[in-house]
C-alpha cells in the first residue's frame, strides 16, 4: 500500500533521518514510538507527501509520488491521504459539517454525494446532534471526531495521524483509540499513528520505534 526506502533528511548539519525504509499493508495500522526530536513528524510528514525527502522514495498505491508535479502532487495527497493532528485545526467560522466537508470539495465532488457522506462519518462517530456546532461549541473529543471524519471523507487509502490523542484526556484517549480499530473495519484504511501513548501503540497491528533517525 506505501512502501519508503532509504529515506534521508536533514536540517543543516542536523541529520535526522538516516536511510529510513517502511511499509505498510492495506487496512494495517503501525504505530511508531520514540523520543521527542528522534525524526516521527519529519517521517510522517514525508509520507504524507508535506516534505519532501533528500534522498529515498515514497511509492503509494504504486505510484512514485514524488515523481508528480506540484500540482499532481496536491491533487494526489487530497484524494489518497488523510491527516489527523494532534490540534485538530478546525476552521472556526464553519459548522463540523462543513469542516468535513471541505476536502471534498476542494477534490471538486458533488456538493451532495460530499455532504451525504460527510453526515455518515460523523454519524459513524457519534456526533449526529453536533452537526451544525461550530468548534467553539465543541468538546476536545469532539472537535478531534470531526478532525478524523475530515481526514476520512475522501476515502483515502492512507490515515496519517501524529500524536492524534495528546491533547485529549483519557477517556476521550481511549475513545479515539477504538474508533480508529471501527474505522478501518469499516473502510480498510491504513492508518500510521505516531504516539507516546503505550496504550495506543500496543493497540496497533505492528508498533516500531524510531531511534537514532532510523526505525527498529
Known sequence: MIEAKGITKAYGSLQVLKGVDFSAQSGEIVSIMGDSGAGKTTLLQILGTLEKPDAGTVRLDNTDVFALSQKKLAAFRNRHIGFVFQFHHLLPEFTALENVCIPGFIAKRKKNKVESEAKELLHTLGLDDRLHHKPSALSGGEQQRVAVARALINRP??????????????????????????????????????THNPDLAKLADRTLHMKDGQLR
Open 157 to 194: 487509502g492512507l490515515v496519517l495521524a501524529d500524536e492524534p490523542t495528546g491533547n485529549l484526556d483519557t477517556h476521550n484517549a481511549a475513545e479515539l483509540h477504538e474508533l480508529f480499530f471501527t474505522l478501518r473495519q469499516a473502510y480498510n484504511n491504513t492508518f500510521v499513528v505516531i
